[in-house]
């Protein structure tokens, strides 16, 4: 199928615009840039287990809540499950590449702060470790879990929050092809 793009202007202006059916991994890209996110999580072992993430969202301000939607066969999730809490944080430009490669590898298999050299510090209430390098860092504890077909929403509730307004934020492009800032 042959996508095309209204690029007419006038036709905006009349409402005389048209759009196409488009398949869903289009649709995807057609979104972006998405906020990329890196969800931190303890494993069993008690090292931190990183998952690259752009499918999450603010869901109520008060209180402040947020969730995360996982593949149910993801390490994350169960760990999330298991221990109740998670943070999810919003890595910068200096770790992209890093932050990138957590998305192309197991937690199971691969020890990815190590790994990938990604630096951590304690989080102020929860166990899960924030990520030193990020715009903003949340600390999630779950609320809840609903199914969504081949993926699992947790949401929960933000019981802190940590930043640095001078960091440039990533955001996925391309079906998670690549990160970059936006400027």
Known sequence: MTVSYCTDRSKFITGEFEMNKIPHGQAQRLTAPCPFGLVSTVKDDGSTNLMAVSWWCFLSNHPPMLGVCLSKKGLSGSLIEKNGEFTLNIPGESIKEAALNCGRCSGRTVNKPVEFGIELED?????????????????????????????????????????????????????????????
């Open 123 to 183: 989080a102020e209430i929860v166990k899960a470790k924030l990520v030193s390098a990020s715009r903003v860092a949340f600390e999630c504890k779950l609320v809840s879990i609903n199914e969504a077909a081949d993926h699992v929403m947790y949401m929960a509730e933000i019981v802190a929050e940590h930043g640095d307004p001078e960091v440039n934020q990533l955001f996925a492009f391309d079906g998670y092809s690549r990160v970059d800032t936006v400027k």
